[in-house]
């Protein structure tokens, strides 16, 4: 056996984690040592070495692309097919168990995902039959108290409440109600996948005996985030017999407002006998001095484990601080940075734009745009959270279960097929008095004439419809069965019929979900796509996005970048209130929580780190002038170089934004001859492409990208631009 290729290129402490023989083994490092490497390289050496099985084991990260890493990479060591690994994510893995073991679990065989936004509707539905004022019982608190139990193992039934307590008491109500509509329609959110499967195995101890000869190793990477009922549903699976290894830092915890126990890593040892820990304090991925500053910044948190990290590579290039003017200042800045640095030769992949919160992104992504600059986001409004995907994933989720009442209200009438708020109502009563889902309710009220003629006659098309889909699909492959779809649903023309880029944008969109079709692979080749392809829809969004090859800049959340390294980080709007984050200035560990993320955050970075802060920003539909970020001040200012924009010309106004019908009519008169991709010629620049329009009247400008002269923007009332 040739174990060379499993334990080169690995230092010391790395191996002895690798080839542990302890029962279990935790290892516990700071950001970079090498902890995923160890937990790929420990799964080789079980299989190749230790000869166990590949099916017995079970590695769980953080996020499916991570889990998709580490497949590739196992495969690689091992050139063995990973296919009969469980390697996924937490949520991933309790949905397959919950997929195979529907009958058991109290499921139907196609139970649908809720994802938040189809849970806080449902939520408010909830409220709404139990005559509770949304403004007093506000839907996303509601929601985040059910997670919250649902995340500490609890059933609204387990939980007493003192009569005298109304706020508790109502929130149980609305919990156990929520928890009867889940069961009447077979829904089950993300909380509720773990909370099942955890019950699944309780409940059914032979199932679990099973599963517990069956997986001899579970491995779990980013371990400081795994949350009390992720904990408990690993150490019943691990039972007397597995072996556990389990990685993490809890300098890296950044998900305790969500659940997350960094005891569970303090107290890792006590739970599983026989734990050999094993620390690691090479850091391999970053500079000296970006190393530094994380050090700097974490050093202020008080209770760590401490640990020492150090680096083999000497100084680097100091980081990079950018103050600027307000966010458009700051996104400019940042485009430029990302410009100059493709320009070096470096691939746009290779850099990350990291930030606090989702709703920064719009306005980097309009900078980016205007460069021309190709770019992904994870996370935020993520491809499978935009609107017009959501409405043609309702449509395949219908087909498939016509018990989905999130999916049936998203679609029932749209397109508009005369389905009116009235008919509705009339429908949601039905079905609560019956305890009939919206779907049946709706043939009952049709067959009983319990409708106008008008509104029976919509409806029952609509009914026609999905029962139409659901036969005319059943044989076809997965893309075109979506296409299908969307096309007899109407859905792709009423989007090809809304007005300008957006309309486009979404047919867009909507034809790369029959690109992720023909990309996509079921975890069980032999059961039906469908289903499969609509949970991961559901289970992954961000990671199913269009274009994941693309060379592309990421754009995600600090939260999002956990795990990942990039040689180009750029950390954005670095500002009191929004980094560290207003809410978690309220307590101390919140605010330490806030310094993990900046550690997190910091420590993404192989080679340049660049900050960046603005000292006022329009956010939330407010003007905020905040003081810079605290991290800032802990940063050495040795480490630290301000620069300035190496922009000349000062950027282009925000776009003027016109109403949609002025817009229309407006730019008929203002853009004249130029379309998109018009050639153009200019006095000055010479030949050139447009790429861009917009504004209006005066304000209207053109973005052209000249041959010679790089890409500008030009007021057309001036430029004195000629169609060619
Ligand atoms: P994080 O805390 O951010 O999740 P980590 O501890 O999991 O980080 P890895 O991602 O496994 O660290 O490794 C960081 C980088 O260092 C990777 O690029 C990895 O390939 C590299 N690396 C790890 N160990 C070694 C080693 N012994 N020799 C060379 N490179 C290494
Ligand atoms: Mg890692």
């Not at 073991?101 to 806080?120: K, M, T, V, Y």
């Not at 979506?482 to 019929?497: C, D, I, K, Q, R």
């Not at 047919?507 to 029959?514: A, F, G, P, Q």
Request: proline share 4%; aromatic share 8%; with cysteine.
């Amino acid at each position: 056996m040739d174990i060379t290729p499993i334990l080169a290129g690995l230092n010391d402490a790395q191996r002895a984690a690798v080839t542990s023989e302890s029962r279990h083994l935790l290892v516990l490092a700071g950001a970079g040592s090498g902890k995923t490497r160890v937990l790929v390289q420990r799964i080789a050496w079980l299989i190749d070495v230790q000869g166990l099985s590949p099916q017995g084991v079970l590695a769980v990260t953080f996020t499916n692309k991570a889990a998709r890493e580490m497949r590739t990479r196992i495969e690689h060591l091992l050139s063995i097919p990973t296919r009969s690994m469980w390697v996924g994510t937490f949520h991933g893995i309790a949905n397959r168990l919950l997929s195979q073991h529907w009958q058991e679990a109290g499921l139907p065989q196609h139970f649908q995902i809720l994802d938040s936004d189809d849970q806080r509707r449902l939520i408010k539905r909830t409220l709404a039959a139990l005559h509770l004022d949304e403004a007093q019982w506000p839907p996303r608190q509601m929601q985040w108290f059910i997670n919250q139990q649902k995340d500490a193992g609890q059933r609204a039934a387990d939980i007493e409440a003192d009569p005298a307590d109304h706020l508790l008491q109502t929130q149980l109500q609305v919990y156990a109600a929520y928890e009867a509509a889940c069961r009447q329609t077979g829904a089950v959110d993300f909380a509720e996948l773990l909370l099942r499967s955890y019950e699944l195995w309780r409940e059914n101890p032979k199932l679990l005996a099973a599963y517990q000869t069956r997986f001899h190793s579970i491995l779990v990477d980013e371990f400081q985030d795994t949350n009390a009922i992720q904990y408990a549903w690993l150490k019943v699976l691990a039972g007397e017999a597995a072996s556990v290894t389990a990685v993490g830092n809890d300098d890296q915890s950044i998900y305790g407002w969500r659940g997350a126990r960094v005891d569970n890593i303090l107290n890792f040892a006590n739970h599983f006998p026989d734990t050999a820990t094993v620390r690691l304090e090479q850091n391999y991925r970053s500079t000296a001095n970006i190393l530094k500053a994380a050090n700097a910044v974490i050093a202020h948190n008080p209770a760590r484990l401490g640990k020492k990290l150090w680096t083999e590579s000497t100084g680097g290039e100091p980081l990079s601080l950018y103050t600027a003017a307000d966010e458009q200042d700051e996104a400019h800045f940042i485009a430029d940075t990302l410009q100059e640095w493709a320009e070096r030769g470096h691939a746009h992949r290779d850099s990350a734009v990291l930030y606090r919160s989702n709703v920064q992104s719009r306005v980097l992504e309009e900078a980016l745009l205007r460069r021309n600059l190709p770019y992904r986001i994870y996370g935020g409004q993520r491809f499978y959270e935009r609107l017009e995907i959501r409405n043609a994933v309702a449509y395949l989720r219908l087909a498939v279960n016509r018990d989905d009442d999130a999916a049936f209200e998203r679609v029932v009438n749209l397109p508009t097929r005369g389905i009116g708020a009235r008919t509705l109502d009339q429908i949601r009563q039905r079905a609560r008095a019956e305890r009939l889902s919206l779907f049946a309710a709706s043939r009952q009220l049709i067959d009983q004439h319990g409708l106008p003629a008008r509104a029976a006659n919509a409806l029952f098309g609509f009914l026609r419809l999905i029962d139409e889909l659901a036969t005319s699909t059943a044989g076809l492959e997965l893309a075109a069965a979506v296409e299908h779809t969307l096309e007899t649903s109407g859905l792709l023309e009423f989007y090809a019929n809304e007005k300008g880029e957006r309309g486009q944008t979404r047919v867009d969109n909507l034809h790369e979900i029959i690109s992720a079709c023909k990309d996509f692979q079921p975890d069980d080749p032999a059961a039906a796509p469908l289903p499969q392809f609509l949970a991961a829809a559901a289970l992954d969004a961000g990671d199913t996005q269009a274009g994941e090859d693309q060379d592309a800049v990421q754009l995600m959340t600090l939260h999002s970048a956990k795990g990942l390294e990039f040689p180009l980080v750029i950390i954005a709007g670095l500002e009191e209130n929004l980094f560290p984050h207003a809410r978690a200035l309220e307590t101390p560990d919140g605010l330490a929580e806030e310094r993990r993320l900046a550690y997190v955050g910091i420590t993404r970075a192989i080679s340049k780190l660049v900050l960046a802060t603005a000292q006022c920003r329009r956010i939330h539909g407010g003007e905020h002038y905040n003081q810079p970020s605290r991290f800032l001040r802990d940063l050495p200012p040795e480490l630290v170089e301000a620069v300035h924009s190496t922009r000349l010309t000062p950027s282009p106004q925000p776009a003027f934004k016109p109403s949609p019908i002025t817009a229309q009519r407006d730019s008929a008169i203002a853009f004249g001859a130029f379309g998109l991709g018009q050639r153009v010629q200019h006095p000055k620049f010479g030949e050139g492409v447009v790429l861009n329009l917009e504004g209006a009247g005066h304000h209207a400008r053109a973005q052209v990208r000249f041959r010679t002269a790089g890409t500008k923007w030009l007021v057309l009332s001036h430029a004195r631009l000629q169609a060619v």
